[in-house]
């Protein structure tokens, strides 16, 4: 063949094979291996390859039946710690099953659907573990997902048919008095930090760090991962208004590539890639084998406040949700941080580090005077705690075993006071909430690769759907394109050039890129070219993916 033909067909070929998902051999497909194959690939991994089944799969009648372990998953189903102790299990069911099938506690009598969940897992012990499975998924063109807990919102941890790498049980926090990234120039002076091997989870990083006497800038739920997808994607705390999101308290990481080589990587090593682990998303880069942030000390005493203002009709419902939208800039930048409901009023949680009750009283004030109101009720108190008190009381794990979806948008103050009537009048008609209120420190943001946006935003806005484990096809299709329709409602809201979390966003979100990273989209499209040339690491609106799920 002519030479100049060759190589036309090389590039070619290199442009469309690997970016077509379906190119990628899933479980059922001639090109998965045989049996022989995943045997010997197991002696590689140590016997750590594990068949991967859904959470219910043991009580379904067919070979994979259990009674007592039927029991115990009856007894833990919605058990945020069980849940992510299986290899199989997600925290929203839909990513396990659901659009493809069926297999819950309540259609036992039918047979068991895998659906999403990844046919054959690695249950990494080190690191070796991972290159071999990168390696492998590489050489036999395998459709690969990385799964931690499997907390994530858009399906990024499961894959139909897919062979995974499953991180949860890489356990492992080493402190440092004073750390030195790899690279850093002769006399760079250290820093306090904490390197945290990916199945750590926030829970046992807080109790960790609390004998140490410091905290780590991590979320508010118990059973996140704490060096995974949440910090990949940015990570939003109750911490953040002081010290920043927790991607900005990322000092390096160590990653396996694509080409299966560990790499550390901070601002000295690789700057780009450094960028785009700090905000770029989960799955997109590589597999994070460790992540070292910067550690802060323990504030001397914390500000609790709750705040519960009910309504009983659509007027007094504007009028509360209108002035509580209103207030959040100031309640942020007073210094605090909360997770809201306004569903028939405003009902939410407050933190503030180091905070005084005198702060809290000033701040909320405003809103004492909707007590006064006909029709409203009014609940608004603060109590002093401690650390402790923030480990076993304020920390939880909502919405585990469901099935809700989110169209969210970070909301800034010019939307929260200068669109409030339209907030409102979408919130009356489609539910809404915050999953995060806060002003984070943005003193990092131009070295992340997280949203622009965050700059001037107040909070993580969202709206959900939801439906029942029976529900059907058509209700779950109208279900999703009602998602759809809410990110275009809040599009209309905030504008173009608005933006999102990409840890709680839509999995549906039509413009996702614009969306999930705004401008900084095309750089870290242009890395993801040099880390990853053959697109390996492919999941649902990733960066440079072509995985784009339809509703
Ligand atoms: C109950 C609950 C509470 C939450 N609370 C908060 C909160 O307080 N603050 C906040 O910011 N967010 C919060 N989130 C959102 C959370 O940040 C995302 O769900 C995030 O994706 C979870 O990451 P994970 O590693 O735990 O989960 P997974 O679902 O296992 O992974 C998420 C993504 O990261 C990838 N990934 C995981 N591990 C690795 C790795 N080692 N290397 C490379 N890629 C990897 C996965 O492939 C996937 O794309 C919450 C979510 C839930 C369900
Ligand atoms: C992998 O090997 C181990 C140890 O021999 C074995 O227990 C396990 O069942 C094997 N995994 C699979 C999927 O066959
Ligand atoms: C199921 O587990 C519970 C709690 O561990 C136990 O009390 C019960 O006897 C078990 N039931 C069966 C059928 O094994
Ligand atoms: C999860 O696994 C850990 C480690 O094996 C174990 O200590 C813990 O009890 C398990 N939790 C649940 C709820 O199964
Ligand atoms: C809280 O106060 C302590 C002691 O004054 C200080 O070291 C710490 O940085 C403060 N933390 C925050 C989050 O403000
Ligand atoms: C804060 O407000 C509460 C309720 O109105 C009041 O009881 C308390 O004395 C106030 N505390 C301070 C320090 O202002
Ligand atoms: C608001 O409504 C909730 C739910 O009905 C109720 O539990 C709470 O006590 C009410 N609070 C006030 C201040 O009325
Ligand atoms: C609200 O709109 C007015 C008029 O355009 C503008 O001056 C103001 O800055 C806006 N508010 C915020 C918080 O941006
Ligand atoms: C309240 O508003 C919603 C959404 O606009 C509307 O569907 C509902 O009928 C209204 N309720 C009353 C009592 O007016
Ligand atoms: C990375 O290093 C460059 C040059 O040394 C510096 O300007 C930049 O601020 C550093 N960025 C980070 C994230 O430390």
Redesign the pocket.
Known sequence: MHILKQLALLSLATIFAPTAVSSRCTFGDECWPEDISWQAFNATVGGHLIRSLPSAAVCHQGPFHNIQACNSTEQNWDNSFWRTNQSGAYTALLWETGEYGQCYLDDIDKPCDQGRVPYYSVNAHNVQDIQASVKFARERDLYLVIKNTGHDHLGRSSGKGSFAIWTHNLKGIDWHESFVPEGAGVGTSGIPAVTIQPGEQWLDVYRAAAEKSVIVVGGSARTVGAAGGYVLGGGHSPFAHYHGLAADNVLEMTIVSADGTHRTINNHTDSDYFWALRGGGGSSWGVVTSVTYKTHPIPQSFIFGLV???STSNDTFKRVAKESLQLIPKITQAGFTGYADIEG?F?ALFVQPNGTVENFNRTFAPLESLADVPGV???ITSFPGSWNMYLDDFLHDPNIATNIQDASRLLTADVLENKTDELVEFILENGGGFNWIGHANNDERDNTAVHEIWKKSHGVFSASVDWADSASAAEKHQKRELLVHLSNRLTDIVGEDGGTYVNEANPYEPNWQQVFWGDKYQRLLSIKRRVDPTNLFVCNRCVGTNIVLQP
């Open positions: 519960q203002i009910n009023g009902s009720s009014a609940l």
